[in-house]
């Protein structure tokens, strides 16, 4: 089994920036793919971006360059970094990993943009 712990969401000026942290309760090299879903109130859940265990990411088209999914082994952790954030970012960030087949959620963290 896996366990993800999301961390670094909160309120956050239109422009700012976060960085969202997933920490895995084993070694990340033995989680095959991971990555970061997000779900505003009343929509589905979405892909945000994902990284391979070999380093290998993937974007949503909405992104737009101004996410960045990476990863830490020696912490087991992997990060998202977002910039540049609009009001349409505030979600529910998720943290996903495929271990031995099978999909793992963390809590989620709430991240609002608002002034």
């Known amino acids: 089994q896996v366990q993800l712990v999301e961390s670094g969401g909160g309120l956050v000026q239109p422009g700012g920036s976060l960085r969202l942290s997933c920490a895995a309760s084993?070694?990340?090299?033995?989680?095959?793919?991971m990555g970061w879903y997000r779900q505003a109130a009343g929509k589905q859940r979405e892909l945000v971006a994902g990284?391979?265990?070999?380093?290998?990411?993937n974007y949503a088209d909405f992104v737009k360059g101004r996410f960045a999914i990476y990863r830490d082994n020696a912490k087991n952790t992997v990060y998202l970094q977002i910039n540049s954030l609009k009001p349409e970012d505030t979600a529910v960030y998720y943290c996903?990993?495929?271990?031995?087949?099978?999909?793992?959620w963390g809590q989620g963290t709430q991240v609002t943009v608002s002034s």
């Open positions: 996903n990993g495929v271990f031995r087949e099978r999909p793992y």
């Open positions: 084993r070694s990340i090299l033995s989680i095959n793919d």
């Open positions: 990284i391979t265990r070999f380093g290998r990411t």
